[in-house]
């Protein structure tokens, strides 16, 4: 995949070009990931959070499409490979001091970016009532597909 890739990234050797340059130098954390929060090109609705190591990352510049690094499965993980609703990118930003990507997407097939079936792995919020109960109230009231027939002899897609 991008193992031989060409794109490389530049150093983090002074931080007046990693904050205000135009070097582009992602800060990966001791286990090689960067964060990547991913919103919708339509409506810039958070979608998902995941995460990116060096060839997620190189894979999501060559090919226009989003690659994540699965924590829980321990491997390279095109989103939408599986359910067919593939991230394409439009935008691919980075904060101040680079050390989180933010990706601008557009969603193939029914536009759901969850693995659960909704539109947003935000689905829910969290309130703590007048008793200090913590309730998680849903935001989306439909799935978008039914992740039983999408993943159907596939393994679920996370892990607990």
């Not at 904050?19 to 929060?37: A, M, R, T, Y």
């Not at 200090?132 to 109230?137: D, P």
Request: net charge negative; proline share 2%.
């Amino acid at each position: 995949m991008a193992k031989n890739s060409n794109i490389s990234f530049g150093k983090r050797d002074n931080i007046f070009e990693v904050e205000e340059g135009q070097i582009f130098s992602p800060k990966f954390d001791d286990n090689g990931l960067i964060p990547v929060i991913t919103s919708s090109s339509e409506s810039g609705e958070v979608l998902m959070h995941g995460y990116m190591n060096k060839e997620s990352l190189q894979l999501t510049l060559e090919n226009k499409e989003a690659y994540y690094w699965s924590r829980s499965r321990k491997c390279l993980w095109h989103k939408g490979k599986t359910s067919g609703l593939i991230q394409k990118v439009i935008s691919i930003r980075v904060d101040d001091d680079q050390d989180t990507i933010w990706l601008i997407v557009e969603v193939s097939g029914v536009g759901a970016s969850c693995h659960v079936g909704y539109r947003s792995c935000f689905y829910r919020s969290v309130h703590l009532d007048k008793n200090g109960v913590i309730e998680l109230n849903f935001e989306e009231d439909k799935k978008l597909f039914d992740p039983e027939i999408v993943y159907q002899g596939q393994e679920n897609p996370t892990k607990l």
